[in-house]
């Protein structure tokens, strides 16, 4: 076998996963993109029950 036929599985296998990481980045991009818009409805949903359990007068 020459060097070529050993090393193009090894090549094919860091292309193939070059692809899947760029489109994990993508995806999450997207996402981060989609729910940006969002990020103030999300922060009071999460902060919610901390702020009805805070003492009075307190922000």
């Not at 060097?3 to 070059?18: A, D, G, K, M, Y």
């Not at 029950?49 to 922000?59: A, C, D, K, S, T």
């Amino acid at each position: 076998m020459s060097s070529v036929e050993q090393t193009q599985p090894l090549i094919s296998h860091l292309l193939e996963l070059r692809n899947r990481l760029l489109r994990a980045i993508v995806a999450v991009l997207v996402v981060f993109l989609a729910l940006v818009y969002f990020s103030g409805n999300i922060y009071d949903f999460v902060s919610k029950p901390l702020v009805e359990r805070l003492p009075e007068g307190r922000p």
